[in-house]
């Protein structure tokens, strides 16, 4: 794929996954297919069992990633727009935010628009000390739509939202972190090593303990409650003897004898 497309690489350190946004000419803004390459490599990660725990960041020190690449999206025609770019984007960063593994993103530099929504999937974030945060879609006549006015207001609060949004401001990394947008501020440069350390931490949990905490988290906030709710209760009763004997008499062609146990 030619360069001005960008890439989005997967590397695997033990059980943790990097997973590194490749367009640093362009500060890392997203294309289609760099969105259908997070995709491939969310499933990548979902496939891969030994993996406990999952790092999104970017290529370069200028930027995490300034969102999407205006270029490619102004030229679309409204039906186009919808179809193939907001939509798409709402599926892949909706995949990213329910991973089974935790997502820690690294944030090398600016966040703005869909970067900043991107970072909004993840579960901790820590960013270096020159980082900022910026919604700035409304100073091009557009709206955020990779779920900036949804998913990060679960995260920071609607006031805290507007507030980017509506003036298109650009937040320092203190403050991202006054408000909880970031959990750590690093040094430049060290901010892949950081996460990698929480990354490690983490990897020493009982890994499905983990992992049932962080989607109980977010079922708590309505977000894929059903599915929580319907995969712990499967859960649970296949750990019961009535499940046994209910597999038992099928496999027996006869009446099950239920105990309630």
């Known amino acids: 794929m030619a360069d001005n497309h960008g890439s989005v690489l997967l590397e695997i350190q033990d059980n943790i996954a990097i997973v590194t946004l490749c367009r640093p000419e362009k500060l890392n803004a997203l294309t289609p297919f760099m969105l259908g390459e997070l995709n491939r490599v969310a499933d990548e990660i979902e496939d891969t069992p030994s993996l406990r725990v999952a790092i999104l960041t970017a290529s370069g020190n200028r930027a995490f990633c300034v969102g999407a690449d205006i270029g490619i999206?102004?030229?679309l025609a409204p039906l186009d727009m919808w179809r193939k770019w907001v939509r798409k984007g709402h599926r892949v960063f909706d995949r990213w935010a329910t991973l089974r593994i935790p997502v820690i993103a690294a944030i090398n530099g600016h966040a703005f628009g869909g970067g900043l929504e991107l970072l909004a999937t993840s579960d901790i974030?820590?960013?270096?000390?020159?980082?900022?945060?910026?919604?700035?879609?409304?100073?091009?006549?557009?709206?955020?739509?990779?779920?900036?006015?949804?998913?990060?207001?679960?995260?920071?609060?609607?006031?805290?939202?507007?507030?980017?949004?509506?003036?298109?401001?650009?937040?320092?990394?203190?403050?991202?972190?006054?408000?909880?947008?970031?959990?750590?501020?690093?040094?430049?440069?060290?901010?892949?090593?950081?996460?990698?350390?929480l990354a490690?931490?983490?990897?020493?949990?009982?890994?499905?303990?983990?992992?049932?905490?962080?989607?109980?988290?977010?079922a708590g906030l309505g977000n894929d409650t059903a599915m929580t709710l319907e995969a712990l209760a499967g859960a649970l009763s296949a750990t019961t003897r009535d499940a046994k004997e209910g597999m038992a008499s099928f496999s027996e062609r006869r009446k099950a004898l239920y105990q309630g146990e």
Do not use: H
């Open 200 to 218: 490690e931490k983490i990897s020493t949990q009982a890994p499905v303990a983990v992992q049932l905490t962080r989607q109980i988290i977010d």
């Open 73 to 75: 999206w102004s030229s």
């Open 125 to 197: 974030r820590v960013c270096d000390s020159t980082a900022t945060f910026a919604l700035p879609e409304a100073g091009i006549a557009t709206c955020p739509g990779w779920s900036g006015t949804q998913r990060l207001v679960q995260l920071i609060g609607p006031g805290q939202v507007k507030y980017l949004a509506l003036t298109g401001i650009r937040m320092d990394a203190q403050r991202a972190l006054d408000i909880g947008l970031v959990q750590e501020i690093c040094a430049q440069g060290d901010v892949l090593n950081s996460a990698l350390a």
